[in-house]
T-cell receptor, first 112, second 113 residues
Framework: KAGVTQTPRYLIKTRGQQVTLSCSPI?????VSWYQQTPGQGLQFLFE???????NKGNFPGRFSGRQFSNSRSEMNVSTLELGDSALYLC???????????FGNGTRLTVT | QQPVQSPQAVILREGEDAVINCSSS?????VHWYRQKHGEAPVFLMI?????EQKGHEKISASFNEKKQQSSLYLTASQLSYSGTYFC??????????????FGEGTQLTVNP
């Protein structure tokens, strides 16, 4: 079974731009979560989608948004990028309630 | 609120044991443990639920003390492959069903030959 796939692996953007990250979950997984990982803050929850609906949301500004498509693939968008948005963005899928999260290898975003 | 992990880092020789603790100031419903090797994605180790039993995974086991809002991860007879950063993720409400985890800052474990 293929794992969670995130694209692209690396991105370099400048302040003020926007970016879209993509995540393909493991086949059959309907829940997709997004996390931001930075050296200082660790892993922080952004949001979770289930069956195309945002089920949970973390404490990030409105510049961070996401969506999920009918095939469970998910995208995350960050608008008006700031230097502090530089991070590794991890996507995770799971199959059921309290099931393990399966993480992708992440997209490393650098904002200059 | 972010759980507190201790120690922040630990260095072991192969075959030694280690304990990693995860504490929360709030009542917890579940505690999840993950390991991340450098440059790789976090990998699931185990989930402990309120009212559940101690879990085990080969030579890695964990406990969950609901009264103290604390979980401990036990690594026995450590192997080189155990090196990595260990994260605990906590959840306060059953309703979020394991899909919204608050992670600690991680414990960096290094196992040397």
């Amino acid at each position: 079974k293929a794992g969670v796939t995130q694209t692209p692996r690396y991105l370099i953007k400048t302040r003020g731009q926007q970016v879209t990250l993509s995540c393909s979950p493991i086949s059959g997984h309907r829940s997709v979560s997004w996390y931001q990982q930075t050296p200082g803050q660790g892993l922080q929850f952004l949001f979770e989608y289930f069956s195309e609906t945002q089920r949970n949301k973390g404490n990030f500004p409105g510049r961070f948004s996401g969506r999920q498509f009918s095939n469970s693939r998910s995208e995350m968008n960050v608008s008006t990028l700031e230097l502090g948005d530089s991070a590794l963005y991890l996507c995770a899928s799971s199959s059921a309630t309290l099931a393990p999260l399966h993480f992708g290898n992440g997209t490393r975003l650098t904002v200059t | 609120q972010q759980p507190v992990q201790s120690p922040q880092a630990v260095i072991l020789r192969e075959g030694e044991d280690a304990v990693i603790n995860c504490s929360s100031s709030k009542a917890l419903y579940s505690v999840h443990w993950y390991r991340q090797k450098h440059g790789e994605a976090p990998v699931f180790l185990m989930i402990l639920l309120k009212g559940g039993e101690q879990k085990g995974h080969e030579k890695i086991s964990a406990s969950f003390n609901e009264k103290k809002q604390q979980s401990s991860l036990y690594l026995t007879a450590s192997q080189l492959s155990y090196s990595g950063t260990y994260f605990c993720g906590t959840e306060q409400r059953r309703e979020t069903s394991g899909s919204r985890l608050t992670f600690g800052e991680g414990t960096q474990l290094t196992v040397n030959p």
